[in-house]
Nanobody, 123 residues
Framework: VQLVESGGGLVQAGGSLRLSCAAS????????MGWFRQAPGKEREFVAG????????YYGDSVKGRLTISRDNAANTVYLQMNSLTPEDTAVYYC?????????????????WGRGTHVTVSS
């Protein structure tokens, strides 16, 4: 499956962005989806995950209460609504698809990756 992220950009601290990740396959609903981010010099970090049906969501501790993951299986798209952004949220954001198993917390558990979208939060 091919994944294409969009929606990144430059935003001031306290602002919001909505990221989208469009999948190429009609079997999109068969994948658990995740969002990860990677800042310069840091490891790739789990941000949020969502089950195949969308009924279960999971968040990294650093983003709880500020970010919301959702999906539209009819549109083959997963979203990441980001509010109350801080400079520490600056990173490249990647979406990922997992074919077997539930939402994973580690990058190695995912089978397919997008190329990422840059998010820069200015102070």
């Amino acid at each position: 499956v091919q994944l294409v992220e969009s929606g990144g950009g430059l935003v001031q601290a306290g602002g919001s962005l909505r990221l989208s990740c469009a999948a190429s396959e009609r079997t999109f609903s068969s994948y658990a989806m995740g969002w990860f981010r990677q800042a310069p010099g840091k490891e790739r970090e789990f941000v949020a995950g969502i089950s195949r049906s969308g009924s279960n969501t999971y968040y990294g501790d650093s983003v709880k209460g500020r970010l919301t993951i959702s999906r539209d299986n009819a549109a083959n798209t997963v979203y990441l609504q980001m509010n109350s952004l801080t400079p520490e949220d600056t990173a490249v954001y990647y979406c990922a698809a997992r074919n077997v198993g539930g939402v994973g917390w580690y990058a190695v558990q995912y089978d397919y990756w997008g190329r990422g979208t840059h998010v820069t939060v200015s102070s």
